[in-house]
């Protein structure tokens, strides 16, 4: 049976700190860059992440975006579906998920660099973006990420 993983999208697969740390030089006393339109759509995808989810899914996990949205920008919800379109295709756009608290997921791992939205109570596995594990180790990047699922696959799907 396939294992159900869920990826956060700001700063785990789109650069969020950096677009809103650009907006806050461009306009110093903008207080939330976020509340912006175009904010979400225009945000860089993270180093490796667009080939990391691709390679994660080919292994045989079932994928989704889990993402929180932004109550300062109503727009955030589609805006975000059109970054998954831009980034990953239409069909993507159906794993779209947009929770603020991630603990009612219902799944095996839940990839997100945050710890305040419910994910330390996420049923299945906290897989730390950004951080370095004491049991998975570096997962400070896209390509250390793929390592752990390569490993776990064989684990997971044997």
């Known amino acids: 049976m396939s294992k159900t993983i869920y990826i956060d999208m700001d700063n785990v697969l789109a650069d969020y700190k950096s677009a809103y740390l650009q907006a806050i030089e461009k306009c110093p006393d903008m207080k939330y860059p976020q509340s912006q339109y175009?904010?979400?759509?225009?945000?860089?995808?993270?180093?490796?992440?667009?080939?990391?989810?691709?390679?994660i899914s080919n292994l045989g996990y079932t994928v989704y975006f889990a993402s929180a949205p932004s109550f300062r920008n109503p727009m955030c919800l589609a805006e975000k579906n059109m970054w998954i379109r831009k980034?990953?295709?239409?069909?993507?756009?159906?794993?779209?998920?947009?929770?603020?608290?991630?603990?009612?997921?219902?799944?095996?791992y839940l990839i997100d660099d945050d710890v305040k939205n419910g994910q330390t109570e996420f049923e299945g596995c906290h897989i730390h973006f950004g951080t370095i594990s004491p049991i998975f180790g570096d997962l400070r990047a896209w390509d250390k990420i793929v390592n752990l699922f390569n490993g776990l696959s064989k684990r997971d799907f044997a």
């Not at 175009?38 to 390679?55: A, M, Q, R, T, Y």
């Open 38 to 55: 175009g904010f979400f759509l225009d945000l860089n995808p993270i180093e490796g992440g667009i080939e990391g989810v691709k390679s």
């Open 87 to 108: 980034y990953f295709g239409d069909d993507w756009t159906k794993k779209l998920i947009l929770i603020y608290k991630k603990n009612l997921l219902k799944g095996d």
